[in-house]
């Protein structure tokens, strides 16, 4: 069984520059979630779906960032105008219901 | 808020023997407690699950929740060099439409030969 599959793994931008991450979950799995864990430190939530409905999305800033997961299966998460503070790596995880979360592998982003 | 707090920082142990984690949160509402371990570059791998007070043992993995004391551990049996990773301590809060966890910053083990 495929796990979960994060694209692109790696992603270098300047100040400024907008970037979309992609994320195919679990097959079957009815929530997704993603993770923004910088370097040294542990992951922190940003937004998670149960199916296309966004659940939670308090600790994403909506000025610049965004996420989508229109049909209930892959999902989009976007940045608008990436400032130094978004290096890190974004984490995209899923789950059936309340059980256990299967992580991809992460696309660590840089802004310079 | 929930808050959750890890030690030591790292961690240095010699091959064969016992390694002990500390993972303490302030919400004692809170339902589910894991351990994942993440080696260097990589995804998170999921250790244990614990949801009552006691013990749950998965393979060389154990985990101790004392939710009176918000406290929850792992201890690593015969850890061996491939067991060199970050652990980090999640704790999530009943069910929600889903469970978002909430992780602390991570206890960076290193087992020598």
């Known amino acids: 069984e495929a796990g979960v599959t994060q694209s692109p793994r790696y992603a270098v931008l300047q100040e400024g520059q907008a970037v979309s991450f992609w994320c195919d979950p679990i097959s079957g799995h009815d929530t997704l979630y993603w993770y923004q864990q910088p370097r040294d430190q542990g992951p922190q939530l940003l937004v998670y779906f149960r199916d296309e409905a966004v659940i939670d999305n308090s600790q994403l800033p909506s000025d610049r960032f965004s996420a989508v997961r229109p049909k209930g299966t892959n999902s989009t998460l976007k940045i608008q105008s990436a400032k130094q503070g978004d290096t890190a790596t974004y984490l995209c995880?899923?789950?059936?219901?309340?059980?256990?979360?299967?992580f991809g592998p992460g696309t660590r982003l840089t802004v310079l | 808020q929930q808050k959750v707090q890890q030690s030591p920082e790292s961690l240095t142990v010699s091959e064969g023997a016992m390694a002990s984690l500390n993972c303490t949160f302030s919400?004692?509402?809170?339902?589910?407690f894991r351990w994942y371990r993440q080696h260097s570059g990589k995804g998170l791998e999921m250790l244990v699950s614990?949801?009552?007070?006691g013990e749950k043992e998965e393979g060389r993995f154990t985990a101790h929740l004392n939710r009176a004391s918000l406290h929850v551990s792992l201890h690593i049996r015969e850890p061996q060099p491939s067991d060199s990773a970050v652990y980090l301590c999640a704790v999530s809060p009943p069910y929600q439409g889903g469970r978002a966890l909430i992780f602390g910053t991570g206890t960076t083990v290193s087992v020598s030969p």
């Open positions: 614990i949801f009552s007070d």
């Open positions: 919400d004692g509402t809170s339902d589910n």
């Open positions: 995880a899923s789950s059936h219901r309340g059980a256990e979360q299967f």
